[in-house]
């Protein structure tokens, strides 16, 4: 059972997510094990802490330690209000879990150099604290409970602020010391995001990876369903923020909700799916405010949407790439030695299109592009527009009605479009377009089709 940032956010919603986790145990057969929690930093607190690490790089070390004792306070008075028998010993954890924080801080300040290891080091402690105040409130409400060191059960690479899991050595780890506590009938609470290299090193799964966490937790202990508790009802017919009143997706395929996590439906980290895949594990979506609502199931087959299309999502702000080289492009290659760039400098592309002179990718990492554009200077002509976006539009009915895609280019009649592609799979339609034209185009396709 994991909870994001806003079903952690303040005393309600950890008493709200108490009542959720002790609802499960009590409608539990005898002998089933208890439940894993894995919980996020309190809404907001990954943000925060990431500016206190900015802060640092700019030597601003005074602003960046009001920040960080403000997140004490905060934390203490949430500690304070959900915790009873172990109060004292909860606010004196989170306390020292903070003092560490400042005075790395403090040093990184007086270098002004904060390097991608130290980042994870800074942010760790968001879900450090979280995952102890969470645990202790279930031991005061007389939930049996452990708080479980997540750096010590999953290891990753060292691919710092969006490290990749060991399965192996994880599966291992968890095994032994997450699953005890579940055969004995404890909670096992830890912190999601966050792991550690095989050397003991704090690493982090990127931004939004404490769905990837619980994914990880619960295929390593083959679990019966993996939940994800956040603040919608499930997965939407599109991102809330974009179009008004979306539509509940009661049940969606892996590859479906793995397309939509993929491409911007923030709902889902998009490698959340992966380990449900490998061992055929339902992932449910859930409201922790509405905790009733069925949510939106996503399993290996899916149900067949009785619309046409299963969603729609959007990945703002990406960049195209026009790769173009008269002489070359022909000539075999020429994809591997331009794919090859893209490569060597860890830089993924999401949609690829080709015509006969030219290829144009997008990228949505920009951090080496410069050096990516040099290289591929040395045999091709490279033309870059920023500001643009993508839009997918998801659903297994696009295999068999063709009809749907002639519809999808009809309702955006008037929005300019950059690139257009539908993938082998033929499970999702992929629009580039400006970036601004995105609230516009949403609307339409939502309209057509929902
Ligand atoms: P949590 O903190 O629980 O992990 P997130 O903020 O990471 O929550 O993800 C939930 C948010 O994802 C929703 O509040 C919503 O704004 C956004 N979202 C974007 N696209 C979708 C979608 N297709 N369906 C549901 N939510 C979406
Ligand atoms: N707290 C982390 C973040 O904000 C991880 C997560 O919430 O999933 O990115
Ligand atoms: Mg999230």
């Not at 079903?7 to 094990?33: C, T, W, Y």
């Not at 968001?126 to 005061?140: K, M, N, P, W």
Request: glycine share 6%.
């Amino acid at each position: 059972m994991k909870f994001g940032g806003t079903s952690v956010a303040d005393p309600d919603a950890i008493n709200r997510l108490i009542s959720i986790v002790k609802h499960r145990i009590d409608s539990q057969k005898p002998g089933d094990e208890a439940p894993v929690v894995v919980v996020s930093a309190l809404a907001k607190v990954t943000d925060a802490l990431v500016q206190v690490a900015r802060d640092a790089e700019d030597g601003q070390g005074a602003r960046a330690e009001a920040t960080l004792r403000a997140l004490v306070d905060r934390h203490v008075s949430v500690a304070a209000a959900v915790t009873a028998a172990s109060r004292e010993a909860t606010i004196a954890g989170v306390k020292s879990e903070f003092e560490e924080l400042i005075g790395l801080v403090h040093a990184l300040a007086v270098l002004r150099e904060v390097s991608p290891r130290s980042l994870d080091a800074v942010l760790a402690t968001g879900e450090l604290v979280s995952s102890r105040i969470v645990a202790a409130a279930f031991a005061d409400h007389r939930i049996p409970s452990a708080w479980v060191d997540a750096r010590a059960v999953l290891v990753t690479d060292a691919e710092y602020n969006g490290a990749a899991p060991d399965m192996h050595g994880t599966g291992e780890r968890t095994r032994e010391r997450v699953g005890v506590h579940s055969a004995a009938g404890r909670v096992a609470v830890l912190g999601g995001f966050i792991g550690s290299t095989a050397n003991g090193v704090t690493t982090t799964l990127g931004r939004g990876g404490s769905d990837y966490s619980a994914a990880i937790f619960g295929a390593s202990l083959d679990v019966d369903e993996i939940q994800i508790w956040t603040d919608v009802d499930g997965m939407l017919t599109a991102d809330p923020r974009i179009v008004p009143q979306p539509q509940l997706v009661p049940q969606l395929t892996f590859a479906e909700a793995s397309e939509l996590a993929y491409f911007g439906a923030k709902v889902l980290h998009p490698s959340t799916i992966l380990p449900a895949v490998d061992k055929n594990i339902p992932v449910r979506i859930l409201n922790s405010r509405r905790p009733d609502n069925s949510g939106t199931l996503i399993t290996h087959d899916g149900a067949a949407a009785d619309g046409a299309l299963t969603a729609l999502a959007c990945k703002r702000d990406v960049t195209v790439v026009d790769i173009t080289s008269t002489r070359m492009l022909m000539a075999h290659g020429f994809l591997r030695r331009l794919f090859e760039v893209f490569e060597r400098f860890k830089t993924p592309v999401d949609v690829v299109t080709t015509s006969e002179v030219s290829v144009s990718v997008t990228v949505d990492d920009t951090r080496r592009l410069e050096a990516i554009v040099d290289n591929l200077r040395n045999f091709a002509e490279v033309n870059l527009e920023r500001e643009m976006a993508i839009i997918c539009a998801v659903g297994e009915n696009l295999r068999s009605d063709p009809t749907l895609f002639g519809r999808a280019v009809t309702a955006l009649e008037r929005v300019p479009l950059r690139l257009v592609s539908q993938a082998a799979s033929r499970r999702n339609i992929t629009f580039v377009l400006r970036d601004s034209d995105v609230p516009h185009a949403m609307m339409r396709l939502h309209e057509a089709f929902f």
